[in-house]
């Protein structure tokens, strides 16, 4: 006994840690140092540059000179812009279109990998690789394919008795939205795919092995058990998918840069266009901003969806 | 009181262990024996294979067209343009060689190590604090950072080009490394906060008595036992580094300065008919290092993307 007291040092006996001491273990404090790096990060690059993009959509900054306040004079530009109401218009029909297909056949392909077969793994992984390679890089592929004088499609089609001449994919206007539509979706599947399968190895065989005892047809077993358990990670993963396809801007620029006459100018290609390449720095923001009402209307209905479903099924978190 | 532990860790990594399973393939046979074989040619080989090879086809091209000699190229009458008759090195030497496609994958992989290491070093920082410290406002950390997520690079480009200028790092690849982690820590956060959870709290406690520092007790425990989330973290942000296309337009001017991506839509684009084989040859030589990488980590890689989704 007399050995412990003698051990410990005169004053921290009767439990008094200096300030100190007892900063080091307050945990907002330590949390705050923790935090520091990722804050610094988020705060300088994407919330200051946030606020930045809205302000500079009320001035008039170009290129190498500040710009000043001019109230809403860049919306009301944009407002008689029949480039920017095309622009809208197209990124509306790309996000709605491709993330249609995209849903579709990912969901289609998510429960065909989720079936018993030889080399499975083998299989599942190579799904993926269209997401795994760079966007520019496989567009470029699809640039190639969609070549006016030398398409595989167009000269296989034409072997085939089908078509007479080359398909000018990317130079007519509806052509030209089919096919970056189309590219979009070949990247997008695998994506939905592979989250989707995830989402359906946690549903039980038993369920389907009842379910088919009790004499439910496949599209039954698929409607009333598959889907409303697969409902919170569909809204999860089509949030996302109709999130990057709305701001998508690396696919078009790749393919189209936005021609042919504006045929399939999204809102970020303009954006880019007007505010960097034309160097109007505030009518770009102003065409930036104007997006960020679709976004949040996106991530709106997805998240009052799951709620809703949520509540539907009586869980408490 | 180990064992409740031991279940409750059970019970929340299922989601990574159902993304491992969903890589490995399990043995599972359900009730597949029930369809004879005819029936399932038609309903599940068929349909797969035709996507499978939609999926590939682009990639066959690719390869393909790199080493396809230009005259057969632009001749689709007299040779058979799916196949290619005398092979040829040509286009990659040219490549590799004849322009600056070297000092292009430098650069990327460049920024792409250095962001994603930044990124990961903020994120187990940050992860760490937001489960284990559980700070005043912790919940609503997370949620903001679950929102920055979601804020896409197209509405941040143009006011970042002016931060970018204001700060003097206009055409330079650091600009990169310092914009990139604002993608990557919001994903990886969120990552390793799922992987952070599944560490038993009891290792931590035992430290803590010991009198381990809260760093200590991230260092010596927390960062060992969650390398897996290190690495589908790192492979994930890694990916997107590499595929980040409109900073690195807006931000880099300079042709020795590019990435691939950018250098690859600006570089070659002339008038030339001929262009396609060297324009395919860097699209392929640019995809490989990512292939190989992921040929490698799966499983990780997969367990990144829907175990990201699924928190």
């Not at chain 1, 000179?65 to 008689?80: K, P």
């Not at chain 2, 058979?80 to 060689?97: A, D, E, G, Q, R």
Request: hydrophobic share 55%.
């Amino acid at each position: 006994m007399s050995t412990i007291q003698t051990s410990m040092p005169p004053g921290a006996a009767m439990g008094e840690p200096s300030a100190w001491a007892r900063m080091k273990t307050n945990r907002n404090f330590v949390a705050l140092w923790f935090m520091l790096p990722a804050a610094a990060f988020l705060i300088l690059f994407l919330a200051y540059p946030l606020g930045l993009g809205v302000w500079m959509s009320f001035t008039d900054e170009k290129i190498g000179r500040s710009g000043v306040f001019v109230g809403l004079e860049n919306y009301e530009w944009l407002w008689d812009d029949a480039i920017f109401w095309l622009s809208v218009f197209n990124t509306l029909l790309y996000t709605i279109v491709a993330s249609a297909i995209k849903f579709a056949i990912g969901l289609y392909l998510a429960l065909l990998l989720n079936r018993h077969m030889p080399f499975k793994a083998m299989i599942r992984a190579i799904v993926l690789i269209p997401f795994i390679v760079p966007t520019v890089l496989s567009a470029i592929a699809f640039w190639w394919i969609y070549d006016a004088q030398f398409s595989i499609i167009s000269w296989s089609l034409i072997k085939l008795g089908l078509i007479t001449q080359n398909i000018n994919f990317l130079g007519d206007t509806s052509w030209a939205r089919a096919s970056v539509i189309i590219a979009n979706i070949w990247r997008g599947v695998p994506f939905v795919a592979i989250t989707l399968l995830a989402g359906l190895q946690t549903v039980s065989p038993s369920l389907y092995e009842a379910a088919t005892l009790d004499g439910a047809t496949s599209w039954q077993r698929f409607r009333y058990i598959t889907y409303p358990l697969l409902t919170p990670i569909i809204a999860v993963v089509m949030t996302f998918s109709v999130l990057f396809t709305f701001t998508d801007f690396q696919l078009i620029w790749a393919l189209t840069r936005g021609g042919p006459v504006n045929a399939t100018h999204l809102m970020a290609t303009l954006s880019y266009q007007r505010g960097i390449i034309s160097g109007r720095l505030g009518e770009g923001a102003a065409i930036a901003t104007a997006m960020i009402p679709f976004l949040m209307a996106a991530i709106a209905i997805s998240w009052f969806g799951m709620q809703r479903r949520k509540w539907q099924q009586g869980s408490d978190q | 009181m180990t064992d409740t532990a031991a279940l409750q860790s059970k019970t929340q990594s299922n989601a990574t262990a159902t993304a491992a399973k969903l890589a490995a393939g399990d043995d599972s046979e359900g009730m597949s024996y029930l369809e004879s074989l005819p029936r399932r040619l038609i309903t599940l080989y068929l349909p797969l294979g035709i996507i499978l090879l939609v999926l590939l086809f682009p990639f066959y091209w690719m390869g393909l067209t790199s080493i396809k000699p230009d005259e057969q190229l632009i001749d689709m009458e007299k040779y058979n343009p799916f196949w290619v008759v005398h092979p040829t090195f040509k286009h990659i030497s040219k490549l590799l060689f004849e322009t600056q496609y070297p000092r292009w994958l430098w650069n990327t992989m460049y920024v792409a190590v250095g962001a994603t290491t930044l990124s990961i070093f903020a994120s187990v920082l940050a992860a760490y604090a937001i489960v284990r410290l559980r700070f005043k406002g912790a919940d609503t950390v997370g949620v903001l950072i679950f929102f920055a997520y979601l804020v896409p690079p197209s509405i941040l480009f143009i006011p970042l080009a002016s931060v970018i200028q204001a700060y003097g790092l206009f055409d330079s690849p650091l600009s990169l490394i310092l914009v990139y982690p604002t993608l990557l820590i919001p994903f990886s956060t969120w990552l390793l906060m799922g992987y952070f959870k599944t560490i038993p709290f009891e290792l931590e406690e035992c430290a803590l008595i010991d009198g381990a520092s809260r760093w200590q007790i991230l260092v010596k425990i927390v960062v060992p036992l969650a390398v897996p989330g290190l690495i589908s973290a790192f492979i994930f942000s890694f990916t997107l580094c590499w595929n980040e296309f409109i900073y690195a337009l807006t931000f880099l001017q300079s042709t020795p300065n590019k990435t691939v991506p950018v250098a690859i839509v600006n570089e070659f684009v002339d008038g030339d008919i001929y262009k396609w084989g060297s324009l395919m040859a860097g699209a392929l030589v640019g995809s490989l290092p990512l292939v190989i990488l992921y040929a490698f980590f799966v499983e990780h890689y997969v367990s990144a993307m829907t175990g990201a989704v699924k928190e």
